[in-house]
């Protein structure tokens, strides 16, 4: 009774945890209202996502909105977009000019610690070389808003660059900036590293790692399976458990058809096939609550890895949004597929390595039961949470629940302290046996 008392009670202390690092959040904001340009590179053009604050927009461009909407933004676009081209010039070292196009044109918002929130005007630009020319080495030619409000700069980051192995992380290039002394703006050139196919192969990797270390329901899902991993179940209850070997092969099964079903849809998404979002982000909040339900009572015992496999093909098409977003082609989206999916399951492999030794142990103590349902119906209310969030209705348990990676780490932290206490406690016993036989009548009398 009382290792049941120290589960529950672990599971009260890690729900309590939970709350306390959700009151604690740190603002952040700009530190002066300044234009953002975030680089995108991809084989043969760049993307230049453009973030600039409107007042100074308009004290520069000379275009008067009457206020600050998307209507009046959409009113003036032509006015605006040729102002935008006629300061946004880039060109090869040489001089030759770069081909320019406009997104539209949409209304912002961001925060500077001194003014507050002021609002903000943001597009993409595709920057187009001319035939031939090195994409990895150019001048920038911006000097919108900064010919004219001498206090304004310009940021320059690389936010995607798959050949230097830059995915989805920002990396200074340099600012543009006026000389206070001369009146001239210092032109900027930007140089990125030569790169290559496997600085690409091993960024994907990383991005792939990534993607399990911070995706809670992806994480949670495997995790939820594994639960009743070590354990038999005998007329539709989970019974005593079973063997080391067979908890591993049972384990290396599911994760294998968890790993197949999610590289064909991943692969299929990745190319082009239609993913609907919404569906797909449901049915893997449902995926978790049926795994939950199956750690309580076996649903499908014996047939965990078909499961797998099949909610498997569900997560392959939420893993394929993130590639997706990277729109990469040819030679480059084919190692990035192979990349992305060789990090997901490392991180996979590493969940299971971490996580099964301890439960494989645990299921071998009483306690295991209130650990095991404790787990699974907590899981299953963070997934309830997610299905009625997802279809838009919005939830404090899905707040937790979408925070739950924070403190994974100390989950498995006190499944190990906890395994390692049963361990003492059995080494303890055992070399205590001897001394107990040699009292076979205090044995007797004690039955």
């Given at each position: 009774m009382s290792r049941i008392t120290t589960a529950v009670g672990g599971l009260i202390v890690t729900v309590v945890a939970i709350g306390l690092w959700l009151t604690g959040g740190v603002a952040q904001a700009h530190v002066l209202p300044t234009t953002t340009i975030q680089l995108n590179v991809h084989s043969e053009a760049i993307d230049a996502y453009l973030t600039i604050p409107l007042a100074d927009l308009e004290a520069a461009s000379g275009i008067d909105l009457d206020a600050v909407t998307q209507d009046q933004v959409d009113e003036?676009?032509?006015?605006?977009?040729?102002?935008?081209?006629a300061h946004f010039l880039p060109t090869t070292l040489d001089g030759q000019p770069w081909g320019v196009t406009f997104d539209d044109l949409e209304v912002g918002s961001a925060e500077d610690l001194g003014t507050g929130v002021y609002d903000t005007l943001s597009t993409t630009a595709h920057l187009t070389p001319p035939a031939g020319a090195d994409e990895r080495?150019?001048?920038?030619g911006y000097d919108a808003v900064i010919h004219r409000v001498v206090t304004h700069a310009v940021l320059v980051t690389v936010q995607s660059d798959w050949s230097s192995g830059t995915i989805d992380s920002a990396r200074e290039v340099g600012t543009v900036a006026l000389d206070t002394v001369t009146g001239t703006i210092t032109p900027l050139t930007v140089h990125l590293d030569d790169g290559s196919i496997w600085q690409g192969f091993t960024g994907m990797v990383s991005l792939g790692i990534s993607h399990i270390r911070e995706g809670t329901d992806h994480q949670l899902f495997l995790l939820t399976l594994l639960l009743p991993a070590p354990l038999l179940a005998v007329r539709r209850r989970w019974a005593g458990p079973t063997r080391a070997r067979v908890a591993v092969k049972r384990i290396g099964a599911i994760t294998l058809a968890f790993t197949l079903g999610h590289s064909v849809t991943l692969a299929l998404g990745s190319i082009g096939f239609p993913v609907p979002q919404q569906p797909v982000e449901v049915l893997i909040a449902v995926s978790i609550l049926i795994a939950a339900a199956h750690a309580i009572r076996p649903m499908?015992?014996?047939?965990?890895?078909?499961i797998a496999g099949a909610f498997g093909l569900v997560h392959g098409l939420a893993f394929s949004a993130t590639l997706t977003e990277l729109d990469l082609t040819g030679g480059q989206l084919a190692v990035?597929?192979?990349?992305?999916?060789?990090g997901i399951e490392l991180m996979q492999l590493f969940v299971v390595a971490l996580v099964l030794p301890p439960l494989i142990l645990l299921a071998r103590t009483r306690a295991y039961t209130a650990l095991r349902i404790g787990a699974a119906s907590f899981a299953g209310i963070a997934a309830a949470g997610w299905v009625l969030d997802r279809l838009g209705v919005a939830n404090p348990v899905a707040t937790v629940a979408d925070n739950l990676v924070t403190v994974s780490p100390y989950v498995v932290a006190a499944l190990w302290a906890t395994a390692?206490?049963?361990?003492?406690?059995?080494?303890h016993r055992t070399?205590?046996?001897?001394?107990?036989?040699?009292?076979?009548?205090?044995i007797r009398s004690t039955r």
């Amino acid at each position: 009774m009382s290792r049941i008392t120290t589960a529950v009670g672990g599971l009260i202390v890690t729900v309590v945890a939970i709350g306390l690092w959700l009151t604690g959040g740190v603002a952040q904001a700009h530190v002066l209202p300044t234009t953002t340009i975030q680089l995108n590179v991809h084989s043969e053009a760049i993307d230049a996502y453009l973030t600039i604050p409107l007042a100074d927009l308009e004290a520069a461009s000379g275009i008067d909105l009457d206020a600050v909407t998307q209507d009046q933004v959409d009113e003036h676009a032509t006015e605006l977009r040729d102002y935008l081209s006629a300061h946004f010039l880039p060109t090869t070292l040489d001089g030759q000019p770069w081909g320019v196009t406009f997104d539209d044109l949409e209304v912002g918002s961001a925060e500077d610690l001194g003014t507050g929130v002021y609002d903000t005007l943001s597009t993409t630009a595709h920057l187009t070389p001319p035939a031939g020319a090195d994409e990895r080495n150019f001048d920038l030619g911006y000097d919108a808003v900064i010919h004219r409000v001498v206090t304004h700069a310009v940021l320059v980051t690389v936010q995607s660059d798959w050949s230097s192995g830059t995915i989805d992380s920002a990396r200074e290039v340099g600012t543009v900036a006026l000389d206070t002394v001369t009146g001239t703006i210092t032109p900027l050139t930007v140089h990125l590293d030569d790169g290559s196919i496997w600085q690409g192969f091993t960024g994907m990797v990383s991005l792939g790692i990534s993607h399990i270390r911070e995706g809670t329901d992806h994480q949670l899902f495997l995790l939820t399976l594994l639960l009743p991993a070590p354990l038999l179940a005998v007329r539709r209850r989970w019974a005593g458990p079973t063997r080391a070997r067979v908890a591993v092969k049972r384990i290396g099964a599911i994760t294998l058809a968890f790993t197949l079903g999610h590289s064909v849809t991943l692969a299929l998404g990745s190319i082009g096939f239609p993913v609907p979002q919404q569906p797909v982000e449901v049915l893997i909040a449902v995926s978790i609550l049926i795994a939950a339900a199956h750690a309580i009572r076996p649903m499908f015992p014996g047939r965990e890895a078909l499961i797998a496999g099949a909610f498997g093909l569900v997560h392959g098409l939420a893993f394929s949004a993130t590639l997706t977003e990277l729109d990469l082609t040819g030679g480059q989206l084919a190692v990035g597929l192979l990349g992305f999916n060789v990090g997901i399951e490392l991180m996979q492999l590493f969940v299971v390595a971490l996580v099964l030794p301890p439960l494989i142990l645990l299921a071998r103590t009483r306690a295991y039961t209130a650990l095991r349902i404790g787990a699974a119906s907590f899981a299953g209310i963070a997934a309830a949470g997610w299905v009625l969030d997802r279809l838009g209705v919005a939830n404090p348990v899905a707040t937790v629940a979408d925070n739950l990676v924070t403190v994974s780490p100390y989950v498995v932290a006190a499944l190990w302290a906890t395994a390692a206490f049963v361990m003492f406690r059995s080494f303890h016993r055992t070399s205590a046996e001897p001394f107990v036989t040699q009292q076979p009548s205090l044995i007797r009398s004690t039955r």
